[in-house]
């Protein structure tokens, strides 16, 4: 992956750690713009949508990184990766259920960094260009709910979804592979484009955000865990129970 045209907006209020973090990714191939405050990441943010991801700091004194998310995810679907502290699972939940594609605890290894950030745009050029890559455009229509891979849309009672990147794709996957049981480390492999790491709540809070949504529209119980396993998108012959 060349990565000379990917745009990184790199937001901490630790100026030395912005530095060092910045000089790896540079080298790695990535232009970065660091900004050190959650008022100067939201303006910025608000007013360009240039960056093809943000690595924003959570615990920054005034604004944090998770008021900046509020913020900017009403207007602006950029991918967000989450810089928490390690231990902070509170944070992190938070942070996904915000909208965050993805999260990372401090202090973080610069190379780990780089990956997550390659995995992020990745999945995301992966979005953007299925069905002008050759891949195969979706429609489906399961439960009411009309997915659309070509135009990443899930239409429930003519309400579009506000999904995520990462939810639509753990959408599209569960819905794909209805009646299937898919693990928590093929969904988070598949979706994140990443392992699944140990005490990892990502896909559970992705998850419980479909969930959410679609109950918002009506749709319940369609999304089956399967304990210690993973998740099963129910086909419309099985009874719409969970075992939750």
Do not use: W
């Not at 901490?12 to 232009?31: K, M, R, Y």
């Not at 928490?84 to 993805?102: P, Q, S, Y």
Request: aromatic content about 4%.
């Amino acid at each position: 992956m060349k990565n000379e045209k990917y745009k990184i907006l790199l937001v901490d209020d630790d100026e030395t750690l912005c530095s060092l973090l910045s000089e790896f990714l540079q080298e790695e191939g990535f232009e970065v713009e660091t900004l050190h405050s959650g008022n100067a990441a939201t303006e910025r943010l608000l007013q360009s949508d240039e960056f093809d991801t943000v690595v924003l700091d959570i615990m920054m004194p005034g604004m944090s990184g998770l008021d900046v998310l509020r913020s900017v995810r009403a207007k602006r679907q950029v991918p967000i990766l989450m810089l928490t502290g390690r231990g902070d699972d509170i944070d992190r939940i938070v942070g996904l259920e915000m909208g965050a594609d993805d999260y990372l605890g401090k202090p973080c290894n610069p190379r780990e960094l780089s990956a997550r950030i390659k995995a992020i745009i990745r999945r995301t050029e992966n979005s953007l260009g299925n069905g002008a890559a050759g891949k195969t455009i979706v429609h489906a229509l399961l439960h009411g709910i009309e997915l659309d891979t070509g135009t990443r849309t899930a239409v429930v009672n003519n309400t579009t979804l506000p999904l995520t990147s990462a939810e639509f794709n753990a959408l599209s996957l569960l819905m794909e592979r209805a009646g299937q049981t898919i693990t928590k480390q093929d969904m988070t492999q598949e979706v994140l484009n990443r392992p699944l790491e140990a005490y990892d709540r990502a896909m559970d809070v992705h998850i419980s955000r479909i969930r959410q949504k679609l109950s918002s529209q009506g749709i319940n119980d369609v999304i089956k865990s399967i304990r210690g396993v993973g998740y099963q998108m129910l086909t419309e012959q099985q009874p719409t129970q969970s075992d939750d």
